[in-house]
Every structure is written in C-alpha cells, then in structure tokens.
C-alpha cells in the first residue's frame, strides 16, 4: 500500500515540476536573450513573494519526487530493508528541501 501511494505521490510532484520547469526554462531563455547579469536578475527576484512562492513550490516538489526515486533505485540496486530505506529516503528528502529552500531564500529574500 505504501508503494502504491508512493507511486501516486511521485506522480502528482511530477505533474506539479512539469510547468514550473517550462516557466523557469522561459525565464531563463528570456533573461539571457534579454541581456541580463546575474546582478540584475538578482535585483528583480530579491524580495518577491510571487519568485518565493515559485521556486518554494518546485523545490518542495523537486525534493519529494528525487527522494522517492532514489528510494527506488536504492532499493532495487541494495534491497535494503523498509526501516532503513524509509530512514534513508526522509533524509535525503530533507536535504535536498534544506539546500534548496536556502537557495531559494538567497535569491528571493533582500
């Protein structure tokens, strides 16, 4: 049941970082077409709800979707037993949450 849930919760963030992906890839083609520095972008996300909320929500989706997937292949490749393997995967799901709400808090917040 766990499996099957977790199936469904990989899907769901998959279909959640599908347009967050194309929004930020077309941020990006158009930053850089437009000519932008690095400092300049940082100017216009700096302070932004709108950019926090973005990135916020990709990050929490891009972290449940890579830990379960790395559940996956950790489990398929070690057969580690459910204890650890759910151990393993909590953590490697709040370190990938960790490092990129710090990312997204350096970017957004001034």
């Known amino acids: 049941m766990l499996d099957a849930r977790l199936y469904m919760l990989q899907?769901?963030?998959a279909l959640?970082?599908?347009p967050l992906a194309l929004g930020h890839i077309a941020v990006m083609?158009?930053?850089i077409q437009g000519g932008l520095s690095a400092a300049e972008i940082l100017s216009r996300t700096q302070g932004?709800?709108?950019w926090f909320?973005?990135?916020g929500l990709f990050v929490l989706a891009v972290s449940?979707?890579?830990a379960i997937g790395l559940r996956v292949i950790i489990y398929e490749t070690f057969g580690m037993r459910?204890?650890?393997?759910?151990?393993?995967?909590?953590i490697i799901g709040a370190i990938f949450l960790l490092t990129g709400m710090r990312?997204?808090?350096a970017v957004t917040l001034s």
Do not use: D, E, P
Request: proline share 0%; charged share 5%.
């Open 11 to 13: 899907r769901i963030t």
């Open 53 to 55: 909320a973005f990135y």
């Open 82 to 90: 459910a204890l650890l393997l759910n151990g393993l995967s909590w």
């Open 64 to 66: 449940v979707h890579g």
């Open 103 to 105: 990312a997204v808090l």
């Open 48 to 50: 932004s709800l709108f």
């Open 16 to 18: 959640i970082m599908a």
């Open 29 to 31: 083609i158009y930053a």
